[in-house]
């Protein structure tokens, strides 16, 4: 299924945003920040949803969440937000949740192992509780920003190593980093959520389809196997329905 999913989406009312989606798309990726962020809107968003035919998947907290912390306190508390996101998927009846690898130090040099590490640790526990729930957890490859990991297909292999974890891929991330055919080589079956948009290979700019450098009839053709959402992560809602009219066209 095609869906739609955008942060600008946050600064709204969750019913409002619901309504607006509903008349376009079948199914909407919650970002679980701010108007949006889960915790506190689960209750109205619970009682709206029985009036449209949206299904729901989740992407976890992104604003201060980072499961690769070097601090344990900050370490733990990022994976407990993790958590609460299955937990509120298992609610929506939302089969997938995608979060983020985390960040390496931005001050201090020479503990990228140590980040490494601690993000293996806590995708351990994902992992873990993931299998119990009866849910999908997807982390997400990331784009050409210098203190995020996981943008490379090595690295983020090496965090989920020995895990049932998903991966989220974003196409848009990988071209700026050069990565789309290693991202398919390494995880292909792997892939359980799609992120698409466009740019031109320098900065995720999350352009409308068609607007960047991208080839999605090539990466397309080489997800011909995939059988899960195209989630279309956009500015506007408008560049949303231009790109999956788009997408459509593409995947007949």
């Known amino acids: 299924m095609i869906g739609v999913s955008s942060t600008l989406f946050c600064t709204e009312r969750i019913e409002d945003t619901l309504a607006k989606v509903a008349k376009e798309f079948g199914h909407w990726e919650i970002i679980s920040e701010g108007e949006h962020y889960l915790p506190h809107v ?25 499961i690769a912390a070097v601090s344990e306190r900050m370490r733990e508390a990022a994976t407990l937000e993790i958590i609460a996101s299955m937990e509120q998927a298992i609610q ?66 090496e965090i989920i190593d020995g895990t049932n974890i998903g991966v989220c891929f974003d196409i848009g991330h990988a071209h700026t980093v050069n990565q789309i055919d290693e991202m398919i080589d390494t995880f292909g079956d792997r892939i359980k959520n799609i992120h698409i948009h466009d740019n031109t290979g320098l900065n995720d700019d999350h352009m409308t389809i068609g607007e960047g450098s991208i080839d999605f009839n090539k990466v397309l053709k080489r997800l011909s196997g995939y059988k899960g959402n195209y989630i279309i992560e956009s500015r506007t809602l408008e560049s949303a329905v231009t790109s999956r009219d788009l997408l459509k066209g593409m995947l007949r």
């Open 42 to 66: 689960m209750r109205r968003l619970e009682a709206a949803a029985p009036s449209y035919k949206v299904k729901f998947s989740i992407h976890a907290p992104i604003s201060d969440v980072n």
């Open 92 to 157: 929506l009846n939302a089969k997938t949740i995608t979060f983020h690898p985390g960040l390496r130090s931005m001050v201090i040099p020479g503990l990228e192992a140590r980040t490494i590490e601690n993000a293996k640790r806590s995708v351990r526990t994902i992992d873990r509780l993931m299998n119990e729930f009866g849910i999908t957890a997807a982390i997400e490859n990331m784009p050409s920003f210098r203190f995020m990991i996981g943008s490379k297909a090595k690295e983020l292999a």
